[in-house]
């Protein structure tokens, strides 16, 4: 069997048509869908829809839906938070059935294939963990590509020895169980295989942020008793796409937000972590603990934010 592994595909559509049509030609037979299917793009309902409509794929929920789930549970009255101005468009975007759809979705899966098990999460701790693996963060890898640009098979090695470095990690990685693990959220593509267990982290497929504006997709596929991935880039019109993004509903609702994200999608950089961070520092500056902040630190962000 041929997978085509899928992430972070955020509302994105062109984006994922594009990388849907690709995989079609590269002989796919099934789709393995990591989560975060919408939240940042308006076109939600034309994402869901398509995976809803793919005959062969395995589809869970990433830490998006989780926020969809979250938001079933409150009072709209009380959506007041600016910072959440993209969730609360989404939610109320979302037809009932394809909001139905993604909050019934399971958080992990298992597919058995050549006698091994392909486990697929959104996220694994072993690559986000506290104290951070900083080259596994999207901010921290815009900052390194700024200060000396390297490639991403050095990115790869860079990874690599960074992740097996690390003690706890290492000794996570060696208690699984034999298998292939794949992983997505933090929008870098990547892959290793160590022993007899094999990553992938397919990367974003709409909102990639490894300093390439492209849709980010892998291929996974048996051939004998060896396993063969490919890492795939597919180009499509990220001009026409930002233009798309900056004249509907959602960047009406949250201009802010939208000039971020327009930025990241025609750089391939991460400037939300970038200001998410600036957000809580402005939080702690002004003495909010409570989380989320409130409107005025907010405006207070908003205004002192340069990069």
Not at 51 to 60: E, L, N, P
Not at 112 to 133: Q, T, V
Request: aromatic share 12%; hydrophobic share 40%.
């Amino acid at each position: 069997m041929k997978y085509a592994i899928f992430s972070d595909i955020h509302g994105n559509f062109p984006a994922f048509a594009a990388a849907l049509s690709d995989a079609g030609k590269q002989g796919a037979g099934m789709f393995l869908m990591l989560g975060d299917y919408t939240g940042t793009f308006p076109w939600p309902n034309e994402v869901v829809e398509t995976i809803r409509g793919i005959g062969s794929a395995a589809v869970i929920r990433g830490n998006g839906e989780g926020y969809l789930i979250n938001l079933q549970k409150q009072n709209q009255d009380e959506w007041v938070h600016e910072q959440f101005k993209p969730l609360y468009w989404n939610y109320r975007a979302l037809k009932p059935d394809n909001l139905e759809y993604l909050t019934a979705l399971p958080e992990i899966a298992d597919i058995s294939d050549n006698g091994g098990n392909i486990r697929l999460a959104h996220s694994l701790e072993i690559f986000y963990r506290s104290p951070k693996i900083n080259i596994f963060h999207s901010n921290y890898f815009r900052k390194m590509m700024e200060t000396a640009p390297f490639s991403h098979e050095e990115y790869l090695a860079l990874a690599r020895e960074a992740l097996l470095s690390r003690d706890d990690a290492l000794a996570e990685i060696n208690d699984l169980p034999k298998g292939i693990y794949l992983l997505g959220h933090n929008h870098l593509q990547f892959y290793m295989e160590y022993g007899d267990k094999i990553f992938i982290n397919p990367g974003s497929c709409g909102g990639a942020c490894d300093c390439d504006t492209s849709a980010a997709y892998t291929i996974l596929e048996c051939v004998g008793n060896d396993w063969e991935i490919t890492e795939r880039r597919v180009k499509y019109n990220v001009e026409l796409t930002a233009e798309g993004v900056r004249n509907s509903g959602l960047a009406a609702e949250s201009p802010v937000w939208n000039g971020i994200i327009e930025r990241q999608l025609i750089t391939g950089k991460d400037y939300f972590g970038e200001f998410v961070g600036h957000l809580i520092s402005t939080s702690r500056e002004l003495g909010q603990t409570e989380y989320p902040v409130n409107n005025d630190v907010w405006d207070a962000a908003v205004k002192t934010w340069k990069i």
